[in-house]
C-alpha cells in the first residue's frame, strides 16, 4: 500500500508555501544548500509515511492470517471462546509494549495535519457565521414584532382598568346622589357635548370654507373654462385661468400685459377705482368660490327641497360626483342635498 498521490500533492504545496513564508520572512532568498536540506526532509517524511502504510498493511495481513488459522472458529464451544479471548489479550498486551509509530520531531506530517484541521475549521466557522447572522435578523423582526404586540396589549389593558375604574367610580357617585342630581350632571353632560358639537361644526365649517376658497374653486373654475376635471390638476393658477383651455383641455399661453403709456408707475382712471373698490370680477377663482358658496347655503336652507339652478354648471356635477347632491330624477336643472341618513334615489 502506497501512499496516495492527493497526500503527495499536499506535502509539496506546503513545501511551496513554506519556503516563501520563510522568504518574506528573512527578507533574503534561500540558498541551495538550504532548499536542498528542506527537500530532503521532505522525502524523509514521505518515506516514513511510506514505511508507517507498508508496518500497518504486514499487521493486518498477520490479522488476516491468524484469523484464517481458526482465531474465532466453533464459538459455540465455551472454552474455545475463552482461549480465542486469552489469545486476543496476548495479542494486544504485545501491541501495547510497542512504541507507537509517531513521525519525528522534524517531520512536516503534524504541521500538514494541522493546517488541514485549521482550514476545516475556517470553513465551518464561516458556514456558521452566515447562519447565525441569518437567524439573528429573523430573530430581531420577530422580537420587534413581539415587542408592538406587547406595547399595544399593554395599551390596551391600561384603557380596559382606566374604563373599569371609572365605570366603578361612576356607579359608586350615582349610589350616592340624590334623583335630582343625577338630572342635574346629566343635563350638565348633554351641555358640554351641545358645545362641543357645535365649536366642531365651527371649526369644519372654517375649514370647508378654507378650502373651497384655495383648493376647489380654481379647479371647478378650470373645468368651466373647458379644461381638466376636478381632481385631475391639483394646482390651477390664476395666471392660466385669465389665458383659458384650448378646445383639447390643453392651457393656454398667458398673454403679456400691454405696454404702460407712462413710466412713472401711473394708472390709468378705471383701473385705479376697479383696484379700489376691490371689484374681483375678473378673478375666476374668487367668482366661483362665491359661486359655491352660494350654492351650498341655497341647499342648505332647502334642506330636503330641491333647488332650481340657473345653470349648468361645474358645481353642480362635482357635487352630484362627489355624493354631497343628486338631481331631481326627472329634471337636470334641479338639486339638493343627500340625506346621509338614508340612499341615494336611483
Not at 500500500?1 to 533574503?28: C, H, L, P, W, Y
Not at 517531520?107 to 464561516?126: G, H, N, R, V, Y
Not at 390638476?233 to 398673454?255: F, M
Not at 378705471?270 to 366661483?288: I, M, P, V, W
Amino acid at each position: 500500500m502506497e501512499v496516495s498521490e492527493d497526500t503527495v500533492q499536499k506535502i509539496q504545496a506546503f513545501a511551496a508555501n513554506r519556503a516563501a513564508v520563510e522568504k518574506e520572512s528573512s527578507g533574503q532568498p534561500l540558498s541551495a544548500t538550504a532548499l536542498h536540506a528542506y527537500g530532503r526532509r521532505l522525502d524523509g517524511t514521505l518515506r516514513e509515511l511510506q514505511e508507517q502504510v507498508q508496518r500497518q498493511e504486514e499487521e493486518l495481513q498477520k490479522l488476516r492470517e491468524i484469523r484464517s488459522h481458526g482465531l474465532l472458529e466453533d464459538e459455540n464451544d465455551t472454552w474455545t471462546r475463552v482461549s480465542n479471548v486469552r489469545r486476543a489479550k496476548k495479542a494486544y498486551d504485545s501491541l501495547l509494549q510497542h512504541e507507537p509509530a509517531l513521525p519525528g520531531t522534524d517531520s512536516t506530517l503534524p504541521s500538514l495535519i494541522a493546517i488541514q484541521e485549521t482550514s476545516q475549521l475556517i470553513k465551518e466557522s464561516k458556514a456558521s457565521i452566515t447562519i447565525i447572522a441569518e437567524k439573528l435578523s429573523e430573530d430581531r423582526e420577530c422580537l420587534r414584532v413581539e415587542e408592538d404586540n406587547l406595547r399595544d396589549s399593554r395599551a390596551i389593558a391600561n384603557g380596559l382598568r382606566e374604563r373599569l375604574q371609572w365605570i366603578r367610580n361612576t356607579n359608586n357617585r350615582k349610589k350616592e346622589q340624590t334623583p335630582s342630581q343625577i338630572a342635574r350632571e346629566t343635563l350638565s353632560q348633554q351641555k358640554k357635548k351641545n358645545q362641543d358639537l357645535e365649536q366642531a361644526s365651527e371649526d369644519l365649517k372654517i375649514s370647508l370654507n378654507i378650502f373651497i376658497d384655495d383648493t376647489l374653486a380654481p379647479m371647478l373654475a378650470a373645468e368651466d373654462l373647458g379644461g381638466p376635471t376636478v381632481g385631475d390638476a391639483l394646482e390651477v393658477s390664476d395666471a392660466t385661468l385669465n389665458a383659458g383651455y384650448t378646445a383639447h383641455g390643453k392651457p393656454k399661453k398667458p398673454k403679456q400685459p400691454p405696454p404702460t403709456e407712462t413710466d412713472n408707475g401711473q394708472q390709468r382712471i378705471d383701473q385705479f377705482l376697479r383696484n379700489r373698490d376691490g371689484s374681483s370680477s375678473t378673478n375666476k377663482r374668487e367668482t366661483a368660490a362665491r359661486e359655491v358658496h352660494d350654492l351650498l347655503n341655497s341647499l342648505m336652507e332647502a334642506g330636503n327641497s330641491y333647488v332650481t339652478l340657473q345653470r349648468d354648471s361645474a358645481i353642480s356635477r362635482f357635487l352630484v360626483r362627489a355624493k354631497v347632491a343628486q338631481f331631481h330624477p326627472r329634471d337636470a336643472r334641479r338639486l339638493r342635498l343627500i340625506d346621509f341618513g338614508r340612499s341615494v334615489d336611483e
